[in-house]
């Protein structure tokens, strides 16, 4: 079973000093770097670390542009932040920052299989970006474990969060390109330790990245190796999500990023993507305050601001409302096969990612000859369903040649 790492605990005896020297390498002030309550009312400043270099040297998909040593990482583990090059689902570049977390022990002939995470929503603003956090470590569910069995674990925060670029939540072509891209740079960072073997893990928002990442693995990155996909309660149908969600203040701001995203990405081009065409006047007047905030760290600014758009934030559905009900149908996985086995877990009582939506999409992929191992998992929500999946995780891996090392 899974249990608190003794290193998080050992963490958080020690944390402020942990916090104090970690800021102190990083040039960062604590408004910069420390995401709170009450930081909404304070100027966010991009921490040097984050500063894209002028002029951006050149670098392919997945070149490193810097990198800096982390403290705090798990016992027998070291942990770098990265800023890297990528692509946008344009096919633009785009610079992406994340995080290399490695084992320190010796790596095994061939080297390590890599783990790279998809995470869950943290909001779309680059303050949220969680490597930039005090915990970069703590959205990665587990972390702990994956170390111990030897594997490499990387992530993106995603394009335009940390540093600078343009806004992809729930953008899928951006965020799977970012994820493999991410794989890249820790492959260049830590060089023969990391092997070309690849695996992908999601959660929420994370397990459509991570899907979106398998469509795009043998054309985008054909030189990785990748072996499984595993997602948790994945957002696999963005319409039936958003609409379905709209009712609570949760869905108020997921679809408040959603929406600000696909209008900043696809409304230069696309005609009658503009706001307006989708949203009442009074969720068009707030989506500005929403899109700054972080989910979680800032909760009582998003709620103060989005429970009186409950009922009064869609003027029109946009599964039947063109152009919205083709992009979200553009960014919804399940477009092509996964190329390799996949696992899916499902809390049955998430009330976010809908159990049934799940269980089609699972459908769907078998109905395409996906090898799927689909996990339901009882008396679990959204928050929890990544962590309850683990041990049925590291269970399934071995089964589909996705060990950390070659045997």
Same mark, same amino acid.
């Given at each position: 079973?899974?249990?608190?790492?003794?290193?998080?605990?050992?963490?958080? $005896?020690?944390?402020?000093?942990?916090?104090?020297?970690?800021?102190?390498?990083?040039?960062?002030?604590?408004?910069? +770097?420390?995401?709170?309550?009450?930081?909404?009312?304070?100027?966010?400043?991009?921490?040097?670390?984050?500063?894209?270099?002028?002029?951006?040297?050149?670098?392919?998909?997945?070149?490193?542009?810097?990198?800096?040593?982390?403290?705090?990482?798990?016992?027998?583990?070291?942990?770098?932040?990265?800023?890297?090059?990528?692509?946008?689902?344009?096919?633009?570049?785009?610079?992406?920052?994340?995080?290399?977390?490695?084992?320190?022990?010796?790596?095994?002939?061939?080297?390590?299989?890599? %783990?790279?995470?998809?995470?869950?929503?943290?909001?779309?603003?680059?303050?949220?970006?969680?490597?930039?956090?005090?915990?970069?470590?703590?959205?990665?569910?587990?972390?702990?474990? $994956?170390?111990?069995?030897?594997?490499?674990?990387?992530?993106?925060?995603?394009?335009?969060?940390?540093?600078?670029?343009?806004?992809?939540?729930?953008?899928?072509?951006?965020?799977?390109?970012?994820?493999?891209?991410?794989?890249?740079?820790?492959?260049?960072?830590?060089?023969?330790?990391?092997?070309?073997?690849?695996?992908?893990?999601?959660?929420?928002?994370?397990?459509? #990245?991570?899907?979106?990442?398998?469509?795009?693995?043998?054309?985008?990155?054909?030189?990785?190796?990748?072996?499984?996909?595993?997602?948790? #309660?994945?957002?696999?149908?963005?319409?039936?999500? $958003?609409?379905?969600? +709209?009712?609570? %203040?949760?869905?108020?701001?997921?679809?408040?990023?959603?929406?600000?995203?696909?209008?900043?990405?696809?409304?230069?081009?696309?005609?009658?993507?503009?706001?307006?065409?989708?949203?009442?006047?009074?969720?068009?007047?707030?989506?500005?305050?929403?899109?700054?905030?972080?989910?979680?760290?800032?909760?009582?600014?998003?709620?103060?601001?989005?429970?009186?758009?409950?009922?009064?934030?869609? =003027?029109?559905?946009?599964?039947?409302?063109?152009?919205?009900?083709?992009?979200?149908?553009?960014?919804?996985?399940?477009? %092509?096969?996964?190329?390799?086995?996949?696992?899916?877990?499902?809390?049955?009582?998430?009330?976010?990612?809908?159990?049934?939506?799940?269980?089609?999409?699972?459908?769907?992929?078998?109905?395409?000859?996906?090898?799927?191992?689909?996990?339901?998992?009882?008396?679990?929500?959204?928050? $929890?369903?990544?962590?309850? #999946?683990?041990?049925?995780?590291?269970?399934?891996?071995?089964?589909?040649?996705?060990?950390? =090392?070659?045997?």
């Amino acid at each position: 079973m899974t249990t608190a790492p003794p290193w998080r605990l050992r963490m958080a $005896l020690v944390a402020a000093l942990i916090a104090a020297v970690a800021l102190m390498l990083s040039g960062c002030s604590p408004t910069q +770097i420390v995401r709170g309550e009450d930081d909404v009312a304070e100027q966010w400043t991009v921490p040097a670390f984050y500063k894209q270099p002028r002029p951006l040297p050149p670098g392919g998909q997945g070149e490193l542009i810097r990198s800096q040593r982390v403290l705090g990482a798990p016992d027998g583990s070291t942990a770098w932040r990265v800023l890297f090059h990528s692509t946008d689902t344009f096919g633009h570049p785009v610079v992406n920052s994340g995080l290399v977390i490695a084992p320190t022990s010796p790596a095994p002939e061939g080297g390590r299989t890599v %783990v790279s995470w998809g995470h869950p929503t943290t909001g779309s603003a680059q303050r949220c970006a969680p490597s930039s956090g005090i915990d970069p470590f703590d959205l990665v569910k587990g972390l702990t474990d $994956l170390l111990k069995h030897g594997y490499v674990v990387t992530y993106t925060d995603y394009t335009g969060m940390g540093t600078a670029g343009p806004n992809s939540y729930l953008v899928g072509g951006t965020e799977g390109r970012n994820v493999l891209d991410a794989a890249r740079a820790a492959r260049q960072l830590l060089g023969r330790d990391a092997s070309d073997r690849l695996v992908l893990w999601g959660h929420s928002q994370g397990g459509q #990245a991570a899907l979106f990442a398998a469509q795009l693995a043998r054309a985008y990155a054909p030189e990785l190796d990748l072996r499984a996909v595993a997602v948790a #309660a994945p957002a696999v149908d963005l319409g039936a999500l $958003l609409q379905a969600d +709209i009712g609570d %203040v949760s869905g108020v701001t997921i679809s408040s990023y959603a929406f600000t995203a696909f209008a900043e990405v696809y409304g230069p081009s696309t005609p009658g993507a503009e706001l307006d065409s989708i949203l009442t006047p009074a969720a068009v007047a707030a989506l500005p305050s929403m899109a700054e905030l972080c989910l979680i760290a800032q909760n009582k600014q998003l709620h103060a601001i989005g429970q009186p758009l409950i009922g009064d934030f869609l =003027s029109r559905d946009p599964e039947t409302t063109e152009p919205w009900k083709s992009l979200l149908a553009q960014n919804t996985p399940g477009a %092509v096969a996964v190329p390799v086995p996949l696992f899916v877990a499902q809390g049955e009582t998430d009330s976010l990612v809908r159990p049934a939506d799940t269980a089609a999409f699972v459908a769907h992929e078998r109905s395409l000859g996906v090898d799927v191992t689909f996990e339901r998992i009882p008396d679990t929500g959204h928050g $929890l369903v990544a962590v309850r #999946a683990l041990d049925a995780l590291f269970d399934w891996l071995p089964t589909v040649g996705a060990d950390a =090392s070659e045997h």
